[in-house]
């Protein structure tokens, strides 16, 4: 209570979207831990939104009904960029970010370049995204570590088996259109 309020919209960038639960995960468990928004842990929640299945006035509605403590988690932003409708009624949704500060979180998870264009398009949303987070991808040793971690949970590798696993991640993971964890997920 004796710290000034610092709101904590983020724009998390990154090439792999299942990276952002986790990282959204610990903003949440440390604006509870932290007594940020000095509710329960109870109260403290997050919710995705995706842009591409939703109009304006859903998205307008989700803030104006949030509960306190929840954090949203901005998927699609790619598509705001040229939707006539957000053109229209961004600035309600910009007073409602503002209005809701200090009890509604929201990160915006994009690639660097959807996430540039975004802000690009609506330069007055980088007044409540402050914060930046630059995810980059995994290499060829991290997915392999990954894989690994993940499969010894319940098996035991065999060294030839082990071989052959990072023989494959290296001749197939640079040109994979997955990235990071998802080509993780997808191989475990």
């Not at 842990?41 to 006035?57: E, F, H, N, R």
């Not at 960029?81 to 009624?89: E, I, P, R």
């Not at 994009?110 to 330069?123: D, H, M, N, V």
Request: proline letters at 4%; glycine letters at 2%; hydrophobic letters at 40%.
């Amino acid at each position: 209570s004796k710290i000034p309020f610092l709101p904590m919209n983020t724009v998390l960038m990154t090439p792999d979207r299942d990276i952002a639960k986790p990282i959204v995960s610990d903003f949440c468990n440390a604006m509870w831990h932290f007594d940020y928004y000095g509710w329960g842990k109870d109260d403290t929640g997050s919710q995705d939104l995706y842009v591409s299945t939703m109009s304006i006035q859903s998205l307008l509605d989700k803030y104006q009904n949030a509960n306190r403590a929840t954090t949203f988690c901005l998927y699609d932003i790619d598509l705001l960029t040229d939707d006539a409708d957000f053109k229209l009624n961004y600035h309600t949704l910009l007073k409602l970010m503002e209005d809701r500060k200090k009890d509604v979180m929201t990160v915006v998870v994009a690639t660097k370049e959807a996430a540039k264009a975004f802000l690009g398009a609506y330069p007055e949303f980088k007044k409540i995204f402050n914060k930046t987070l630059e995810m980059t991808d995994m290499d060829n040793l991290s997915i392999k570590e990954a894989v690994t971690r993940k499969l010894i949970e319940t098996f035991t590798i065999p060294e030839n088996v082990d071989q052959r696993l990072t023989q494959y991640i290296y001749a197939v993971y640079p040109s994979s259109p997955l990235r990071s964890m998802e080509f993780v997920n997808k191989l475990y």
